[in-house]
């Protein structure tokens, strides 16, 4: 099935095509009595705007959202919240050259083969186009977030482009908005910028990592087994396009540390448990404990490259392929504002959930 | 919510805790008319059990499985399986001493801040006894697949224990049961042994890197957005106990690549298109290429170890904390039958939703 | 939560109040490939549309459907359908008065001990409205099922408003769309106008009883337990507004019945099982038998009534109540198409479902 | 698919046939902490077991429960919950008589059209034995339910058998358990006993309408559209076996009233809002007015009966068919327990989603 939606109790549905008349999500679940406007959504849909500078992709895509419903006098309803976007740079554009054949690393073969529909208009579901309505949703997922639980913040920045890495001593978090790649270590920014200007005029692409922290997610949210915190969250990132890799806290370094190293040693502090590290990355059993709850996702690089690749065409016949075109060298950049929703989505899920199943009094307390 | 299902279509629900009568698994959305006994689920499960050489725990679980329904004249019926596997090694021991403390890297202690029940007894639904109900479950999917998609595999090893990882120039499939390791690399599994010996010695654990292959998956296989093949693997590995990371293809080291480096040249080859090479894994868009899917996934060191750490008590007590009891020194050796079965079931439940939406017609054929 | 879908596989999420600025449905599991444009939708929407005879509501709703999403070149993609209706009868109205009373009988008084929200302006989701997304996501069932299930039908009309039941004797499926009761019994739809004209000069309403059937059903569609076909008509038919019974073949009727009458009898005709009778209304155990699927279901009168009626304020005063404005004086008339739509998405999911577990092959053969 | 589960949060999945080793709930969903042992289930089972009079079959099942999973020291932990029921009644048989005709009236005949598979031992997952499985998991939920909610009370009784309905006048509730019919109408229960002995002696059976009622549900308990509480209901006693429709408040009759008659009219009494009458059965809208909820259900005559009838064999001969055995002349006794525990876990089911989107503050108030 196509399966367009996420969350269980919280839960979205997205809908549209990057070339179709309008895009959107619609937002079931959401707790009444919520103040939620359109100016409450369009900042974060705006960080995601392409276009804004020279190492994103230069279509010019709006993205104001429309509330159609769920809304009355500037707060929830409790019902169903329609999210929608018109497209408006739909150019009338010539595909037959490109209609017939498929690109390396990208879905438009592996959507030909399972639906056996070719629609050349700019990827169709399967273009990042779709992620607008993710942020639009995530932001409806903060604005709850921040009256259920009012210390929670949700935070992303990239970490890796290609291969060079931050340097964490100079993490600051105050350059998160300060530069085109959400990297809270300039300098390390300035030297993406370098390489990534070489990079697109080769004509070529890269990936990236992608940090997101949530920090005040309190301790007992998330549940065992199936449903576990992380489990959600790796759904979610990796669901994202071009995601290849999600891991938590230490992740994939975790198999290369002891049982010693790797344990995160508890004190009372304050006549509260304190963590002295949080190699956990804030999550054990599915569970949250308290701590920074750290999700990082691997992107690979666009595959929409001038460079031309080897590849064939739906006749079979064996063909090269330069794609064309306004494309994104490092999706990772514009990824960060969507793992931020997908964080909010899933934590607010949670929060439902938890507060089914448990009700509002606190369970199990230290000390 | 407790949420103890997976799958959308072949429907598995666990049950039970490590200390109690039994455990199982509720195997929902099975197709009739396939042949199915005791027999066919128990070698799954053997290969899981714990004791089998001096690498894993030497706890004493026969693990034997009892199909309680679903099942006529060694036919499935189609209508739910139940799997049963009584707990055989419940033996009377005093729990006291670490009834009301909290093991550093343990779930004890967030399950106790979720629910407000301590159950000492060797970690209830957070023990890792629980993936013998999906090892179950998974032998299951496995004998539906083999009349479903005729030519699947799915087979797992280790690719890293601690710091040392395989060499993938010796990389021998038929080594992989040969080893206590499931490593297909005999000389790294010989230093393993030594490595873990070590470990052992020092009252010390060590983390693992799995890897999961599946060969024969139809190209087409799949969805896109929120139920992608990827996104549902992601979900499913990260839901084994331990896990902290899970990647497909190039994973976390596609950040580092080019577009151009990453890109799976095609080629038409016998008629049918060809891939050069891998870097997907077997997943573009959430849908199979028909290549290999690959799946690895990251398990952190055993948090029950020997060596003291500090920690706190219910009451709020600092204390140091050292987990006595027959524990795995290494819990990603033990769960490469679980990465199996859980790749076995999200396949499964992908074909069957690949079905209910498609028909068994193939869609969009190349050449 | 407000669960606002319904459908496993065939899933319909509608949204959007009755004076916002639009509402519709969003469809998601489609297959691809089935034709459809808004022609093939509008003229379900216009059997259903208020004001087209002086029986139904007066207000002008020209539900003209867009299609936002889904489609590709007249074609369904297999992606979500979002199906668009704008409000165009907002006109701007005094609900002053109104906005702190409840309507004896209507849904305005849970919706705010629920929600703690009082949406004056026509009901919001309660609203009948809502019905329009329903019958547009059915117009889209009954063309995947024109491909899918070629033989298969839906038909509805009444059979009782009031204490006036028709005449079985004189039933002519003709008749159905040959008077503004959808009445198969041309001449108690005669009777019917006259009963109706004197309730809508005393301020009155009246109820009624709709019957939906359903032809050329597979024998074998549906499922056991809790997805069985008769549980999920149930359910749809009660969530329509105002139902308040539903029933399967004999139904209520049934249980005034021996099992030596209620026994569909069986012989083979023409080399095939052939019933005598179906008092089972085409469903046994959840699973239907290939005759007619019979559906009925009570729609109680309108609760907008101009006859005053004792109630209470939101300060919690007592008032007495009438409800001026353009209220249909019987919901059954349009609740027909509604029915309808319900029993279209209920077969097309158990279609797809089937299909899923079973596969394109039939099972069990007789004969 | 099979779909044997039901509830969103409060989620049952039942398992096992009636000739199997054994039958059981899996329960998923229960809040910790509430007090939980066989014990507390038990009683709730004794109630539906056959055999405790002439007017049910005459089969000897014990329905013992065993909990496997779910409960430390006698409270729920907030895991799946596993309730097991041995079948201790499975006398060798020869089936081979029946095998091959199929039973009009009975799901035998469209198992075999959707699964083909033929299992002539009692019925498989059609038979009522399932049943057994609802009593225990509705068992678990009023357990809940009288911790969360602790006024509320859930009833069952029969008002008709055959044609024979209670006269409402004598309606005495201290009468449902003192007679084998679970009827509140002593004069009428011995009616009956006089009509089912004489059925019995011809080899006939008869049907019944339950009504089940809920008092103390809190107002605004429900959901609108598609998780309506009137909705759930209907699915929930469609669902049981035999059931062929269902109604809510005066349900069908309704048909039959006008908007005057049908007004629920409210006024101030104690500072709270009192309903005049009860025609909605406590819900508008899909919500709970905070009346009685009421649902009746009709129950058709078992198709088991000694009677001949026409039928056909698999190999498409016609025949005779005659069920010896011991059945029950008349399901709707024993249903009474089965609507019970539908009505509990249906309830919980919207405490717990009304907790997850509201939390646990009153919204509306009036006065």
């Given at each position: 099935m196509s399966f367009n939606s996420f969350g269980h109790l919280f839960r979205v549905t997205t809908w549209g095509e990057s070339h179709g008349p309008a895009l959107g999500a619609t937002v079931d679940g959401c707790p009444p009595g919520i103040a939620l406007t359109e100016s409450d959504i369009q900042p974060w849909l705006d960080r995601r705007?392409?276009?804004?500078?020279?190492?994103?992709?230069?279509r010019r895509e709006d993205d104001a959202v429309e509330i159609l419903s769920g809304i009355y006098e500037g707060r929830t309803t409790g019902t169903p919240i329609q999210l929608m976007i018109r497209n408006t740079d739909q150019r009338s554009k010539d595909y037959s050259e490109i209609a017939r054949t498929f690109r390396p690393g990208h879905a438009d073969i592996t959507y030909w083969q399972k639906y056996g529909i070719r629609d050349p208009r700019g990827g169709g579901r399967s273009s990042a186009r779709e992620t607008a309505a993710r942020v639009a949703a995530g932001a409806v997922a903060r604005q709850v977030l921040a009256t259920l639980v009012p210390g929670l913040s949700v935070t992303g920045y990239m970490v890796q482009m290609g291969a060079r890495a931050i340097d964490r001593v100079r993490?600051?978090?105050?350059?998160i908005d300060a530069n085109p790649f959400w990297s809270p270590d300039a300098e390390t920014a300035a030297l993406w910028a370098a390489d990534l200007d070489a990079l697109r005029k080769d004509g070529n692409s890269v990936g990236a990592v992608v940090e997101v922290v949530a920090r005040g997610v309190p301790a007992g949210l998330g549940a065992p087994i199936y449903a576990k915190l992380d489990s959600e969250l790796a759904a979610a990132m990796m669901?994202?396009?071009?995601?290849k890799g999600v891991e938590i806290g230490e992740g994939f370094a975790s198999a290369a540390l002891t049982g010693v190293e790797n344990a995160d040693e508890i004190q009372m502090r304050d006549g509260a448990p304190h963590y002295l590290s949080n190699h956990a990355g804030g999550i054990l059993g599915g569970i949250a404990t308290g701590q920074e709850v750290v999700v990082r996702f691997a992107v690979k690089p666009?595959?929409?490259?001038l460079t031309p690749r080897q590849s064939v065409t739906i006749d079979g016949q064996d063909t090269q392929v330069v794609t064309k075109g306004r494309h994104d060298p490092c999706v990772g950049i514009r990824a960060v504002p969507v793992g931020e929703a997908m964080m909010a989505c899933v934590l607010l899920d949670q929060v439902l959930m938890h507060r089914a199943q448990m009700g509002e009094t606190v369970r199990g307390t230290i000390g």
């Open positions: 705007k392409p276009g804004q500078n020279r190492f994103t992709t230069q993490f600051d978090r105050d350059q669901s994202i396009n071009a995601v666009t595959s929409s490259i």
